[in-house]
């Protein structure tokens, strides 16, 4: 078997902007499945290494291709949408997560990028926590005056699930905080998992009187802590580690280190594998004293994490969209196999981008069984050379999983199969012809994509699949599988056709005929579904399935636009070739030339129109969360130009939202301030002409001095 081999071994440094969004297609339909699969059903298809792969392929191609961010991206979502078991739970802060590194160089980068954005020399000393990432369920505590009084999941990150009488049920978290200085509220954030032993205990016993059995310690904590019966939790072998904090009134430590051991001095379990190190060169023996230690831990852990200690410098690193810059996740070294390609076949996307599929003999590698692996597009088939027939070396982690890494020529079949023709039609029953996109330099062939369009039946469902998913509407019990059936029977076509679905009394009636549809479960559905009725704005324009609106693009326009209706009567104006409308979109941050021309190509649409009307008539539409209010600049549009000498221009941007203030790119008339550094150049003159509010950095820092809530955000 050939070596492993990095993400930066395995990835195609050739790889062609069309090439990339086929495969950012393919990664968003496989990564909402797979979440489907891990949060609500607790039966994951794919080990925690897997899964963290796709990610990483998903963010290293939106890293490469910034313009091509999906609307269904998984790069800025968190969890999966509370179950609609439990009572829902908002999160004094947000519960986020972390970026991974699966290298000593992608370590590296990321404290290379903390002394750029903090504008540290190499001098200057860096330490940092290190802390094994225990393989279990997040959950969040909520103290008020010492006593518990609210625990709940991690659920999309913003709104968990209300789990308070079951994590009472263990004995690694008090009831009361115990010793003194503890805030008056706090939220404490850590890890439920199972050991080991206990793990293999429960199944035994579960076998034993044919009770449910689990495929690995994460799913039967998971699966345990979410019981509506909180017996049956209390039953279970469930442990505690904390290693965060939310919400607090007061702050309670200088650095990280030392807020850990005060979360000790309360009652908590915390790790006693944590260690305080200095100088980023020990993070990678770290990494090796966690991978030895790891088979005799006792419980699953799968990487090791690194928190810059100093907590006032977290504050100023803040968050890239739902991460965290201060800290990352280094995960443990990929699995690879050797398999069967027995057939290649092809899938169509939302876009209709076709995407070939590789279907293995089965294989079970790192004790999860693959039977396909993407093969990208028609240029990487060619450039791996795979064809029908071949033995294969799959991989699991470390770039796309499964993936194919390469074909072992010295086991191909004689006489040779025939290299694989891409087809020229699209497999959908109108057979419509197939386009050939390439780059804008002429470059080679890099995506096929179906030219039926909404005519097409797999693009139409796959539209579909993207409104239910979990960063849009995340209507539980409505998977891929349940969508496809409806869309068959011809029930639902368009999303405003799920809301009907719900209420049609006659429809209702003959689906619990159905197999797979009692009363229950038909009851169920319709109380999920009139549980989406009420979206907030940023989903629904996420869920419109604009080309490159995603999460991050959808919660920009959200905050730019207020409300739905001003939403749509500005998409309305762009559509119509309103230049206005075109500048005010355009001059949101983040938001370019590849968004506006999108939006308006989506809105001149009638079909578009329409559908997006028999939804808005369906929906009610809560307007984006108003901007802080108690600032000097909330509510403010800030342009950054020119050359910044205290901040960086992330840090600026970023100081200016914690503010509630709106960052844009470029200056209107609708721009507040104009922070003009050394350098400023168009810029500038336009604000000057348009007799804008100016100043300089130092300016800036005066006014918004003073207007910082008193106590940071926080990761989980």
């Known amino acids: 078997m050939a070596e492993p081999q990095t993400a930066s071994e395995t990835e195609a440094p050739d790889i062609s902007p069309l090439a990339a969004a086929a495969e950012l297609e393919r990664l968003a339909r496989e990564i909402a499945e797979q979440d489907r699969l891990y949060y609500i059903q607790d039966t994951p298809a794919l080990d925690d290494a897997a899964y963290d792969a796709l990610k990483r392929r998903n963010a290293d191609l939106e890293a490469r291709f910034p313009n091509l961010v999906r609307p269904d991206s998984p790069s800025t979502r968190v969890g999966f949408q509370p179950s609609a078991s439990f009572a829902a739970v908002h999160h004094g802060v947000p519960m986020l997560s972390l970026d991974n590194a699966f290298n000593a160089a992608e370590v590296a980068d990321f404290v290379a990028r903390i002394r750029r954005f903090l504008k540290l020399d190499l001098g200057e000393p860096l330490a940092f926590t290190v802390e094994p990432k225990i393989d279990g369920l997040s959950a969040n505590l909520r103290y008020e005056h010492g006593r518990l009084v609210q625990g709940a999941t991690r659920g999309d990150g913003r709104t968990g699930e209300d789990v308070t009488v079951n994590l009472r049920t263990l004995a690694d978290i008090p009831e009361r905080l115990q010793g003194t200085g503890w805030p008056e509220l706090i939220e404490v954030r850590g890890e439920v998992y199972i050991g080991h032993d206990a793990f293999s205990a429960m199944n035994t016993a579960a076998k034993a009187t044919g009770g449910r059995t689990y495929a690995n310690p994460r799913n039967a904590a998971s699966g345990s802590l979410r019981q509506i019966d909180a017996a049956i939790t209390a039953a279970r072998p469930l442990r505690f580690f904390a290693y965060a904090w939310g919400e607090t009134s007061a702050p309670f430590g200088a650095s990280q280190w030392e807020a850990l051991q005060r979360l000790r001095d309360w009652g908590f379990q915390v790790s ?34 690194y928190k810059l200690d100093r907590l006032d410098w977290q504050v100023r690193l803040g968050f890239a969209g739902r991460i965290p810059r201060w800290a990352i996740a280094h995960k443990f070294a990929p699995e690879q196999a050797r398999t069967l390609v027995n057939d290649i076949e092809i ?58 890494v390469e074909v072992v ?81 011809g029930l639902v076509r368009e999303p405003a056709d799920i809301f009907r679905l719900a209420r049609n009394e006659a429809v209702l009636q003959v689906m619990q005929a159905r197999e797979g549809y009692g009363e229950t479960s038909i009851r169920n559905l319709v109380a999920a579904i009139e549980a989406r009725r009420t979206i907030a704005l940023a989903r629904f324009i996420f869920a419109l399935g604009v080309r490159h609106v995603g999460e991050t693009t959808a919660v920009t326009l959200a905050r730019g636009y207020g409300s739905a209706t001003i939403f749509l009567a500005a998409m309305d104006q762009l559509a119509a070739g309103d230049a206005a409308a075109a500048e005010e979109l355009d001059a949101m941050d983040q938001v370019g030339e590849a968004v506006v021309e999108a939006a308006r190509a989506y809105f001149a649409e009638e079909h578009n129109r329409t559908r997006v009307a028999n939804l808005f008539a369906q929906l009610t539409i809560e307007d984006a969360e108003a901007p802080k209010s108690d600032t000097a600049v909330a509510g403010k549009t800030v342009v950054f130009t ?75």
Not at 420 to 435: E, G, M, N, S, W
Not at 440 to 463: D, K, W, Y
Not at 662 to 670: C, E, R
């Open 409 to 489: 020529l010295d086991a191909r079949p004689s006489p040779e199969p025939p290299p694989f023709a891409f087809p020229d039609t699209c497999p959908c029953p109108l057979q419509t012809p197939v386009t050939r996109e390439t780059t804008s330099g002429g470059v080679g062939t890099v995506v096929r994509r179906c030219t039926g369009e909404m005519a097409c039946p797999f693009q139409r469902l796959e539209h579909l699949k993207l409104f239910v998913s979990r960063k849009a509407f995340d209507i539980e019990g409505l998977g891929e599988r349940q969508l496809a059936a409806f869309y068959d029977d």
């Open 347 to 404: 899938q169509v996307g939302r876009t209709g981008a076709l995407t070939p599929v590789a279907k293995l003999a089965p294989i079970n590698v790192g004790g999860v069984v693959v039977q396909n692996a993407t093969l990208h597009n028609a240029d990487e088939i060619a450039r791996k050379d795979i064809r029908v027939g071949d033995t294969v070396i799959i991989q699991r982690a470390g770039d796309v999983i499964p993936q194919v």
């Open 272 to 305: 006693g594998l944590s260690e305080r190190v200095e100088g980023e060169a020990a993070l990678e023996g770290q990494y090796r004293r966690f991978e030895d230690q790891r088979p005799r831990l006792g419980f699953d852990i799968d990487g090791v994490v």
């Open 642 to 716: 020119g050359a910044l000498e205290t901040l960086t221009r992330d840090e600026a941007k970023a100081q200016a939202e914690r503010l509630g203030a709106k960052v844009a790119g470029s200056v209107s008339k609708k721009t507040d301030i104009v922070v003009a550094g050394p350098g400023a150049g168009s810029k500038l003159k336009q604000a000057q002409a348009l007799g804008l509010q100016v100043m300089s950095e130092g300016e800036w820092l005066t006014l918004a001095a003073g207007g910082f809530p008193p106590s940071p955000s926080r990761l989980t």
